[in-house]
């Protein structure tokens, strides 16, 4: 089965500048979840789409933004990259209205800021 | 406030053991938990949600809302289990996932 994608697998930047990670939901997935796992953390919820629109936020800073298109996949932008923006970011799908709603997870973009 | 707390950050079991990773929630309502489990360097796994009360590689969990607890369970640990375990609590308006800080399960031979 299909399962959620994202690119890149893994992104080397400098400080200060900018990345765009991209998610791919599962298809007919409408509902999209982006977190955050720094180094030996728990994940941490930044942002949700649903059908295009933004339905909640987290801890997401406001260097980050994020959008789903209309395709439903997500890009998440990240500028002015910190030494700390470094983690794993994971996305995540799921269906909206279906039985159980259950979250599946990408493989995540493993980000590194130097 | 919601929150998931998993009190051991690492257990560690022989191999045939058995073994219960603990989770507490606070949640004001009706609360949907899961269990997630990341092995090494891969991406986070659905193992169990308790609404199907399904078992799963012989794991079982059962909310017990008296004492806001989803625990998970397997009667013989196998050293393949050994992962990272995180409870999660679907909370917000739009459903996103709280997680626990997560308990390293280590299966030894």
């Known amino acids: 089965a299909a399962g959620v994608i994202q690119s890149p697998r893994h992104l080397i930047k400098e400080k200060r500048e900018t990345a765009t990670l991209k998610c791919y939901p599962i298809?007919?997935?409408?509902?999209v979840y982006w977190y955050q796992q720094g180094p030996g953390q728990d994940p941490q919820f930044l942002i949700s789409?649903?059908?295009?629109?933004?339905?909640d936020k987290g801890s997401i800073p406001d260097r980050f933004s994020a959008q789903q298109f209309s395709d439903y996949h997500s890009e998440l932008n990240m500028s002015s990259l910190e030494l700390g923006d470094s983690a794993l970011y994971f996305c995540?799908?799921?269906?909206?209205?279906?039985?159980?709603?259950?979250?599946?997870f990408g493989p995540g973009t493993r980000l590194l800021v130097l | 406030a919601q929150r998931v707390t998993q009190p051991e950050k690492l257990l560690s079991v022989f191999k045939g053991a058995p073994v219960e990773l603990k989770c507490n929630y606070s949640y004001s309502g009706s609360p949907e938990l899961f269990w997630y489990v990341q092995y090494s360097r891969q991406r986070l796994q659905l193992l169990l949600r308790h609404i199907s009360r399904e078992s799963i590689k012989g794991f079982t969990a059962d909310l017990n809302k008296g004492e806001t607890s989803f625990h998970l369970k397997k009667p013989f640990a196998q050293e393949e289990d050994s992962a990272m375990y995180y409870c999660?609590?679907?909370?917000?308006?739009?459903?996103?996932?709280?997680f626990g800080k997560g308990t390293k399960l280590s299966v030894k031979p």
């Open positions: 298809p007919r997935h409408d509902t």
């Open positions: 789409f649903y059908e295009k629109m933004q339905s």
């Open positions: 999660a609590l679907k909370g917000g308006s739009q459903g996103n996932l709280i």
């Open positions: 995540a799908s799921s269906l909206s209205g279906a039985w159980d709603e259950t979250q599946y």
